[in-house]
């Protein structure tokens, strides 16, 4: 009986001692929003900080809402970002003879603008998904809802109004190509320069060469916002 009940008391011991090392959820709910509050949403652009386990540990369970985050940014890179700037760094012609011979080459990014949209709305619907599985009381739960709004909706709200207009603007480059191939025996095209004697289809050449560059400038400028968002400024 005596041993048992000294059993007993070492580890009633032993367990307010764990008690008293570990954090409660209010200090992990606290360092939770602690950071949210400086590291996220007291800097500019959608920067997404990505502090190791170490510094993780304070947050507790709450470590694993932040991941809602930073796993839905490592899909928007992977499957949306990174393919975007490299069809923008390889497909855009410039020259209105690449225009012309890298017409195929054109047409195949266009049409993976459809895939990466696709992909940006899918990772949309699993992060908002995640995010409608979390428990989390109210002061969390507004500090939190704004750091998702930062760094989940707005970048991918932004991100999809850049698909219209760089899609307009890779079919103008394709309309000008057709033209220009139709017409073949009547266009010299000498690097940025295009000779036509016809004046009618010079017109036409002249009009499709202004849309490309209209379709090109608003593509520019949905570019620029996106920065604008993920960056600041």
Same mark, same amino acid.
């Given at each position: 009986?005596?041993?048992?009940?000294?059993?007993?008391?070492?580890?009633?011991?032993? %367990?307010?001692?764990? =008690?008293?090392?570990?954090?409660?959820?209010?200090?992990? @709910?606290? #360092?939770?929003?602690?950071?949210?509050?400086?590291?996220?949403?007291?800097?500019?652009? #959608?920067?997404?900080? @990505? /502090?190791? #386990?170490?510094?993780?540990? /304070?947050?507790?369970?709450?470590?694993?809402?932040?991941?809602?985050?930073?796993? &839905?940014?490592?899909?928007?890179?992977? =499957?949306?970002?990174? +393919?975007?700037?490299?069809?923008?760094?390889?497909?855009? /012609?410039?020259?209105?003879?690449?225009?012309?011979?890298?017409?195929?080459?054109?047409?195949?990014?266009?049409?993976?603008?459809?895939?990466?949209?696709? !992909?940006? $709305?899918?990772?949309? #619907?699993?992060?908002?998904?995640?995010?409608? !599985?979390?428990? *989390? +009381?109210?002061?969390?739960?507004?500090?939190?809802?704004?750091?998702?709004?930062?760094?989940?909706?707005? /970048?991918?709200?932004?991100? @999809?109004?850049? &698909?219209?207009?760089?899609?307009?603007?890779?079919?103008?480059?394709?309309?000008?190509?057709?033209?220009?191939?139709? $017409?073949?025996?009547?266009?010299?095209?000498?690097? =940025?320069?295009?000779?036509?004697? $016809? %004046?009618?289809? @010079?017109?036409?050449?002249?009009?499709?060469?202004?849309?490309?560059? =209209?379709? *090109?400038?608003?593509?520019?400028?949905?570019? *620029?916002?996106?920065?604008?968002?993920?960056?600041?400024?």
């Amino acid at each position: 009986m005596v041993s048992w009940f000294k059993h007993l008391s070492v580890c009633l011991v032993a %367990a307010l001692v764990l =008690s008293a090392c570990s954090p409660s959820e209010a200090d992990q @709910r606290k #360092a939770f929003i602690a950071f949210l509050q400086t590291d996220v949403l007291s800097r500019q652009g #959608a920067r997404v900080p @990505r /502090p190791d #386990a170490e510094k993780q540990k /304070p947050f507790g369970e709450y470590a694993a809402h932040y991941a809602v985050i930073t796993r &839905f940014h490592d899909r928007m890179d992977a =499957s949306v970002a990174k +393919p975007m700037q490299q069809a923008m760094a390889n497909a855009m /012609p410039r020259s209105i003879e690449e225009v012309v011979a890298r017409k195929a080459d054109i047409v195949t990014v266009r049409a993976g603008f459809t895939g990466m949209l696709e !992909a940006l $709305n899918q990772s949309v #619907a699993v992060a908002d998904s995640e995010r409608a !599985a979390l428990k *989390q +009381p109210d002061d969390l739960a507004s500090v939190y809802a704004a750091a998702y709004d930062k760094l989940v909706t707005q /970048p991918a709200t932004t991100f @999809r109004e850049i &698909f219209p207009p760089t899609d307009e603007a890779f079919g103008a480059v394709l309309a000008l190509a057709e033209l220009i191939e139709r $017409n073949r025996g009547e266009i010299k095209l000498r690097g =940025s320069q295009v000779e036509v004697a $016809n %004046a009618a289809l @010079r017109a036409k050449v002249q009009d499709a060469m202004a849309a490309m560059s =209209s379709k *090109q400038r608003a593509m520019t400028e949905a570019q *620029q916002k996106l920065r604008r968002v993920l960056y600041g400024g």
